[in-house]
């Protein structure tokens, strides 16, 4: 069965440091997706990236990175020079597709707290 | 263009009674998910709507239950409401053509049942 593991429950960092954030996963499938969703305080999960598994190029926006690594079944997000706004739970999905049925299975978030 | 919008924003209900929670995916996506955000209990798959028709649910009794119309809207019933039900009620839509395309979600309904 498909399953999202985060393990960091929760992180509190200061302004301006970097943290990573860690996500393991478990699947059969040879080919999956895998995504990370921000959650701030009103509730609305807003999209931040998708990855194939076919694509273990790292990647960089702005202050966000991710590093995917099959070796490890990992996707871990990185933030760099956080900043207060950067607040909020953290998830990481992996799809599930069985007989053309799709969905996400979502790891149990990890709450990221970033102090002025 | 507009993201998914789901309505209520926040809805009250009492123990036994049924609350019904609506969605707008975004236009030109077929299908329509839900998840129930419990408190402790993360991201819970629904169920999912494409074309409109039930193309698959989650572990929930069959008391969740919902539809999706023509214009590919939805709408969640959750009936005979038990206090557990209180969630955030997160509505979702993508286009189903393609594999592995990304899921968008709405700002979600926060039902309490009291």
């Known amino acids: 069965a498909q399953k999202v593991t985060q393990a960091q429950t929760e992180i509190s960092v200061v302004e301006k440091e970097d943290v990573t954030l860690d996500c393991v996963y478990e699947t059969r499938d040879t080919t999956y997706y895998l995504f990370w969703y921000k959650q701030p305080p009103s509730g609305e999960l807003v999209f931040l990236i998708r990855?194939?598994?076919?694509?273990?190029q790292n990647e960089i926006s702005g202050r966000y990175s991710w590093n995917f690594q099959k070796s490890t079944s990992s996707f871990n997000f990185t933030i760099t020079a956080s900043q207060v706004v950067d607040s909020a739970v953290y998830f990481c999905?992996?799809?599930?597709?069985?007989?053309?049925?799709?969905?996400?299975?979502f790891g149990s978030g990890t709450r990221l707290l970033v102090r002025p | 263009e507009a993201g998914v919008t789901q309505s209520p924003t926040h809805l009250i209900k009492t123990r036994g009674q049924q609350a019904t929670l609506r969605c707008s995916p975004i236009?030109?996506?077929?299908?329509v998910y839900w998840y129930q955000q419990a408190l402790g209990l993360g991201l819970q798959f629904l169920l999912w709507?494409?074309?409109?028709?039930?193309?698959n649910r989650g572990n929930f009794p069959p008391r969740f239950s919902g539809r999706q119309f023509p214009n590919y809207s939805s709408e969640l019933n959750v009936n005979a409401l038990e206090l557990e039900d209180s969630a955030l009620y997160l509505c979702?839509?993508?286009?189903?053509?393609?594999?592995?395309?990304?899921?968008?979600f709405g700002e979600g309904s926060w039902l309490t049942v009291v």
């Open positions: 990855r194939n598994s076919f694509d273990e």
């Open positions: 236009s030109g996506h077929t299908s």
């Open positions: 999905a992996l799809s599930e597709e069985v007989d053309s049925s799709y969905k996400l299975i």
């Open positions: 979702a839509s993508r286009l189903r053509q393609l594999s592995g395309n990304t899921i968008y």
């Open positions: 709507y494409d074309e409109g028709e039930e193309r």
